[in-house]
């Protein structure tokens, strides 16, 4: 059970009892702990948590008009949020970044994640490779690069970083953000630290970030503390948010080092990295929706595949607009998060797996359709050309019909809603 699953379902029995007292509370937090401390927060911390939404809960009242439910889900958020660090914004202007961290962490491809944001925000960047020590790492992040369409400096060979510094720089003058990427280790020593601050003296960085990995859950404390005595730290990224269950470990375990955590990792691609928000994290643990992400998820994807936002409008629905829907869901990551998204986040894994696959398949069959059969599904039932789509995508005639039968019964439901007033004002934020 990860960390938002355990904390659904402690706030789940929470919700189920007739009175909230204190014997309700300390079961409640009782769970929480047990949860806590499984996803490898810190024993300490969970005590001073759960103590404080217990004092809270049971010394005040609810507002008039407030549930006690309600109220007391109001303290956890609120204790939480405090919990697991402040929420960070990056400013939008030219700086320098020198990335530190230990192997495995993460730190190369987190470079060009880190490059493509600011530069899809429109900010010129470049990375450096100044990882002279780990094998195939000039060539990782130069082919990192050009993913991203950022521009790369290396020096393949060259064992003095403070050097590769120096001509990067130069090469890179105009950029308006630069990234370095530095050596790793397998621990902090004191080679690494030399390394480190004789970058840090040439490169002359406004942020000085420790990359981790949320599996480390709370040594991510020790070691933030560690790197700031050794080199200084601006403050951490934690990549692998997503695959980990001691993420709320490691954010935990920072906060309480004072190390200011400024981006997560969420996923594999590029541009699955966004600065970390407190809120928006506890609220997803929590299960609440947050449709403010999905709209702006919905518009990049929608900007990345190049896809006229008239096209994904459900007012006209066909095949035409579904495949431009399709392929705007498929840049917004796994179903899961999207899920997550809409406060879903329990939803059945093998369901999301089918689901996956299916819309996979939808995909594969539309574009064996030509442009006239997407804008038309009814002559989808003339003679030969389902014949025709199944060879043409390599499914089947029954996949197909599968396809039409599902997609007859989506704008049925479709057609029903777009009278709605609510859902159609709610829907025309998707297209911008």
């Not at 407030?66 to 030219?94: A, C, Q, R």
């Amino acid at each position: 059970m990860d960390l938002g699953e355990g904390i659904r379902k402690a706030m789940a029995k929470l919700s189920r009892a007739t009175i909230i007292d204190a014997k309700t509370i300390k079961e409640f937090n009782k769970e929480l702990q047990k949860t806590l401390i499984s996803s490898d927060v810190d024993v300490a911390l969970v005590l001073k948590l759960t103590s404080s939404i217990e004092q809270k809960a049971l010394k005040s009242n609810p507002p008039p008009g407030i549930t006690p439910h309600d109220y007391i889900t109001d303290i956890v958020y609120n204790e939480l949020v405090s919990f697991m660090g402040k929420t960070y914004e990056p400013e939008m202007k030219p700086r320098r970044i020198l990335l530190m961290g230990l192997y495995g962490s993460g730190k190369t491809t987190t470079a060009a994640k880190l490059a493509k944001y600011y530069q899809d925000r429109g900010l010129s960047a470049g990375l450096i490779c100044c990882d002279v020590t780990r094998p195939s790492a000039y060539e990782q992040l130069e082919t990192l690069s050009s993913q991203a369409n950022v521009t790369f400096f290396g020096i393949k060979g060259e064992s003095n970083a403070a050097k590769i510094v120096k001509q990067g720089l130069e090469a890179l003058k105009g950029k308006q953000v630069i990234i370095c990427d530095t050596s790793g280790r397998n621990s902090i020593n004191e080679e690494l630290i030399k390394e480190l601050k004789d970058i840090n003296k040439e490169f002359k960085p406004d942020d000085t970030i420790l990359v981790l990995s949320a599996d480390i859950g709370q040594v991510a404390g020790r070691l933030a503390s560690e790197f700031g005595s050794a080199v200084g730290i601006t403050g951490l990224i934690i990549t692998k948010m997503d695959g980990s269950g001691k993420g709320g470990g490691a954010l935990s375990a920072a906060n309480a080092a004072n190390a200011k955590v400024m981006f997560i990792g969420i996923g594999e691609k590029l541009s699955e990295i966004e600065p970390y928000n407190s809120e928006r994290f506890i609220g997803s643990l929590l299960g609440m929706p947050d449709i403010a992400n999905l709209l702006e998820k919905v518009q990049n994807a929608i900007s990345a595949e190049n896809i006229n936002p008239e096209d994904v409008e459900v007012q006209k629905l066909n095949f035409e607009s579904f495949y431009a829907q399709l392929k705007a869901l498929n840049r917004m990551g796994p179903l899961k998060s999207v899920f997550g998204m809409l406060g879903a986040s329990d939803m059945p894994k093998d369901v999301i797996e089918k689901g996956e696959e299916k819309l996979g398949k939808y995909k594969v069959i539309i574009s064996s359709m030509t442009k006239e059969e997407r804008l038309d599904e009814h002559i989808l039932h003339q003679d030969g050309r389902i014949r025709r789509i199944a060879l043409g995508s390599g499914t089947s005639e029954k996949e197909v019909r599968e396809l039409l039968s599902d997609f007859a019964k989506m704008k049925k439901s479709f057609n029903m809603l777009k009278n709605d007033r609510n859902m159609k004002r709610f829907m025309s934020k998707f297209s911008g």
